[in-house]
């Protein structure tokens, strides 16, 4: 009896262990993942170094709790962060790129197709593994994927995609027990739609500044 108190124990205890470092290191995603958003919201090129080292951090977390497409996901986060930062310092020519607006048609189209890719990956994850949630983690991760690439291309309506990515993803992480995520993605819904019109504002100053310079230019 006494062999199986201690066994007991010395479970519990690990078990606690093991939660209160995954916490930690939770926590310090989260701050990282907070300043990634505030300073995208302002078009910082900072931003990159946040998502890095904060998707660096998720990257481990979503594979010890078998979200195995959230883990691949922020492997891409962290390429992308990459990708972000030299495509908003300008790359080889030298000057940043400015915040525009997709058409209706062509957001449609990309829909549709993320929308058929998510389906057929869902199904090969529910089919050949033992992932969690598998078509909704497919969902999440394939349109998180391309709305990524919107923020790094700065489309305007990324955040319109991250508002709907968002709200699921709420789910998702209370299901598995990431409760600091979870509470991180609320005010991540939040922040996206402020970022949403923080970028018009900047895409419509971008533009009278356009229309200005071409009518001065005008003999």
Same mark, same amino acid.
């Given at each position: 009896?006494?062999?199986?108190? !201690?066994?007991? !124990?010395?479970?519990?205890?690990?078990?606690?262990?093991?939660?209160?470092?995954?916490?930690?290191?939770?926590?310090?995603?989260?701050?990282?993942?907070?300043?990634?958003?505030?300073?995208?919201?302002?078009?910082?090129?900072?931003?990159?170094?946040? %998502?890095?080292?904060?998707?660096?951090?998720?990257?481990?977390?979503?594979?010890?709790?078998?979200?195995?497409?959230?883990?691949?996901?922020?492997?891409?986060?962290? $390429?992308?962060?990459?990708?972000g930062y030299r495509l908003w310092r300008g790359g080889d020519k030298g000057s940043s790129i400015a915040v525009v607006s997709w058409s209706m048609s062509r957001h449609l189209t990309?829909i549709g197709v993320t929308t058929a890719i998510s389906l057929a990956v869902g199904y090969g994850?529910?089919?050949?593994?033992?992932?969690?949630?598998?078509?909704?983690?497919?969902?999440?991760?394939?349109? %998180?994927? *391309?709305?990524?690439?919107?923020?790094?291309?700065?489309?305007?309506?990324?955040?319109?995609?991250?508002?709907?990515?968002?709200?699921?993803?709420?789910?998702?992480?209370?299901?598995?027990?990431?409760?600091?995520?979870?509470?991180?993605?609320?005010?991540?819904?939040?922040? $996206?739609?402020?970022?949403?019109? *923080?970028?018009?504002?900047? *895409? !419509?100053? !971008?533009?009278?500044?356009?229309?200005?310079?071409?009518?001065?230019?005008?003999?």
């Open positions: 009896m006494a062999e199986l108190w !201690q066994l007991i !124990q010395t479970t519990v205890l690990a078990a606690v262990t093991e939660v209160s470092v995954m916490t930690l290191w939770e926590l310090v995603a989260v701050v990282l993942a907070v300043a990634y958003l505030a300073l995208a919201m302002r078009t910082n090129i900072w931003c990159w170094a946040a %998502a890095f080292f904060s998707t660096a951090i998720y990257t481990a977390l979503f594979w010890h709790v078998s979200l195995l497409m959230e883990s691949l996901l922020n492997v891409y986060y962290m $390429a992308m962060a990459v990708y990309i994850m529910a089919t050949y593994t033992q992932a969690s949630f598998p078509y909704v983690d497919a969902a999440t991760t394939c349109f %998180a994927v *391309m709305t990524t690439y919107l923020v790094a291309k700065k489309v305007l309506e990324n955040w319109l995609y991250w508002v709907v990515i968002d709200l699921v993803s709420i789910y998702l992480y209370f299901s598995k027990g990431l409760m600091l995520t979870s509470v991180l993605f609320v005010f991540y819904v939040a922040m $996206a739609i402020g970022g949403y019109f *923080m970028w018009r504002k900047n *895409m !419509q100053s !971008q533009q009278d500044s356009l229309h200005q310079s071409a009518h001065v230019a005008q003999p």
